[in-house]
């Protein structure tokens, strides 16, 4: 059974074009994380929600923007994407912030910027 | 300085071969090691946790040396089913939340 489930699984924009990418878990995990994963490089944190609070990395950029309006959903809000943000998008999960707990990955969504 | 750094490969073995990886990390406040295995154009999955006491499971063994701070994996009997990435990750709790930190992998190809 899924317990992280992306979708789309890919997904194509234009220059500009804002798009959303969507997760969803059947874990019930307090944490939600997004990751960018460029190719042949390592997956990259952008931002976790615990619960309600959102916690963004210093380094990403403010063209990226979360939601998660409750425990289940997640959502990755691209503004305006540009090439560079072409990637794939990994959504995780974790029962709780402590390094004891391990994270649940999602298949990731393939983003392409057209 | 990367923060996990990998030797990116590729490895090419033989089926049966026995081989290793290396891993070294930068930052002496990680508590957590582990290895993740990603296939193409999947998503990471553990592979196994990584303790200072060594720890194996089945043909897969992993060391960590905090002294050095440096991580090994080794794979036994090499199967064709190995091939795929190799992802050396720390976990650190900077402002007490849990953050994995992912080398860029190293690639093993294993052929008959």
């Known amino acids: 059974d899924a317990m992280v489930i992306q979708n789309p699984r890919y997904q194509v924009t234009q220059f500009g074009k804002p798009v959303t990418l969507s997760c969803s878990q059947t874990?019930?995990?307090?944490?939600m994380y997004w990751y960018q994963q460029k190719s042949s490089q390592a997956p990259k944190l952008l931002f976790h929600?615990?619960?309600?609070?959102?916690?963004n990395e210093a380094d990403t950029p403010d063209n990226f923007q979360s939601r998660r309006p409750n425990t289940s959903f997640c959502f990755l809000d691209i503004r305006s994407p540009g090439l560079g943000d072409a990637a794939m998008y990994l959504c995780?999960?974790?029962?709780?912030?402590?390094?004891?707990?391990?994270?649940?990955f999602g298949p990731g969504t393939r983003l392409t910027v057209t | 300085r990367k923060e996990v750094e990998q030797d990116p490969g590729p490895f090419n073995v033989p089926e049966g071969a026995t081989v290793a990886f290396n891993c070294t990390y930068s930052?002496?406040?990680?508590?957590?090691f582990f290895w993740y295995r990603q296939d193409c154009r999947k998503e990471p999955k553990l592979l196994m946790s990584?303790?200072?006491s060594g720890n194996e499971d089945g043909r897969f063994t992993a060391q960590l040396n905090r002294a050095s701070q440096y991580i090994s994996l080794l794979i036994r009997d090499s199967k064709l089913s190995d091939s795929a990435t190799y992802l050396c990750?720390?976990?650190?709790?900077?402002?007490?939340?849990?953050?994995?930190?992912f080398g860029a992998g190293t690639r093993l190809a294993v052929h008959p």
């Open positions: 990584v303790y200072s």
């Open positions: 995780a999960t974790s029962r709780g912030t402590s390094t004891a707990y391990e994270q649940y």
């Open positions: 990750v720390v976990n650190t709790e900077p402002g007490g939340y849990n953050k994995l930190i």
């Open positions: 929600y615990y619960d309600k609070d959102f916690n």
């Open positions: 874990l019930n995990h307090n944490v």
């Open positions: 930052n002496s406040a990680s508590q957590s």
